[in-house]
């Protein structure tokens, strides 16, 4: 069985599982007709353990809600945009060197702290583009039925590459898995408490 590393906080790592580091060759006391049953189960848990860069989304279980807390490095002009967007730039950029980022190669964004929308509907996560595109979310309640269908974020002022301004606004309070993509890829995927 391979297990991931879902530590937050640190880079991923590729999971660990028996058979995914190799450096022994095993031996086969079974015919050759066997043998490649065998390869075919060895070539399985190697795709298993393969890091797929995705990282993981916490989901609601039994009530229970696993907000995503990363705390990953974005990219330096991430940060500086929104430093530069401030009225104190040093101190802004001091702040958000250890901000609740989560991002892949295509978008960022800063999360709330402990991943939870206290007293607003309709707070927004606004990402900042790294490759050219619209973004659109999406959102279900993971906690019970309310659903944010598919649509664009973001005004055209803003340009087809960088900030984007909004984000869903949700109908109620609950577990909330949203879903960011840029142009129907590179998806982004994170869970928000709101309450």
């Known amino acids: 069985m391979c297990v991931a590393n879902l530590s937050v906080g640190v880079q991923r790592e590729p ?5 995914c580091r190799g450096g022994v060759k095993p031996r086969w006391p079974y015919p050759r007709a066997l043998q490649g049953g065998a390869a ?13 860069s995705v990282p993981p989304v916490a989901t609601a279980h039994g009530g229970e809600c696993h907000p995503t807390s990363a705390h990953m490095t974005p990219p330096a002009e991430a940060i500086e945009f929104f430093a530069n967007g401030s009225s104190r730039p040093d101190a802004a ?13 295509a978008m960022w964004v800063i999360l709330p ?7 607003r ?4 996560i606004p990402p900042y583009r790294l490759k ?25 002022a803003y340009g087809d590459v960088g900030f984007a301004a909004g984000g869903p606004a949700f109908p109620t309070v609950g ?17 928000l408490r709101v309450r």
């Open 40 to 52: 075919i189960v060895a070539g399985l848990s190697f795709l298993a353990c393969a890091d797929t």
């Open 113 to 119: 702290e402990n991943g939870e929308i206290v007293g």
């Open 93 to 105: 950029r001091e702040s958000l060197k250890t901000a609740n980022w989560y991002g892949n190669e």
């Open 132 to 156: 050219r595109g619209r973004i659109q979310y999406e959102a279900h309640q993971l906690d019970g039925r309310g659903v944010v269908r598919l649509q664009a974020i973001g005004v055209d």
């Open 15 to 19: 999971c660990i599982a028996v058979g």
């Open 175 to 191: 577990c909330w898995g949203v879903t960011y993509t840029l142009d129907g890829r590179d998806p982004l995927s994170f869970v």
């Open 121 to 124: 509907l309709d707070d927004k």
